[in-house]
Nanobody
Framework: QVQLVESGGGLVQAGGSLRLSCTAS????????VAWFRQAPGKERQFVAA????GDSMLNEGRFTISRDNAKNTVSLQMNSLKPEDTAVYYC????????????????WGQGTQVTVSS
């Protein structure tokens, strides 16, 4: 079993950037696909980006970039040109069998980190 901890959230002005990190503990991260989702108040959890153990990735937002450092057990989400509508709790998720854009494809979840973008 792997435990996930997100960090890097905070308050930023529109047009700014943030870099979120997802760090794994308990087991090595390398065999796992990892994804970022976000959830705004009153809305469903939304796919943001995902990356396989080998580095293949998919993005739902062209302003963002996902990367991983298996040696450091970390996956990062670089978010640029942030907009107020990017405000949400951002969650890291992982799975050793599946990857994709669906919530139910991921077994392990972090507690989330708040991102707030002011206008």
């Amino acid at each position: 079993q792997v435990q996930l901890v997100e960090s890097g959230g905070g308050l930023v002005q529109a047009g700014g950037s943030l870099r979120l990190s997802c760090t794994a503990s308990g087991r090595t991260f390398s065999p796992y696909a990892v994804a970022w989702f976000r959830q705004a108040p009153g809305k469903e959890r939304q796919f943001v980006a995902a990356i396989t153990w080998s580095g293949d990735s998919m993005l739902n937002e062209g302003r963002f970039t996902i990367s991983r450092d298996n040696a450091k057990n970390t996956v990062s989400l670089q978010m640029n040109s942030l907009k107020p509508e990017d405000t949400a709790v951002y969650y890291c998720a992982a799975d050793h069998t599946h990857w994709g854009h669906l919530v139910n494809q991921y077994t392990y979840w972090g507690q989330g980190t708040q991102v707030t973008v002011s206008s």
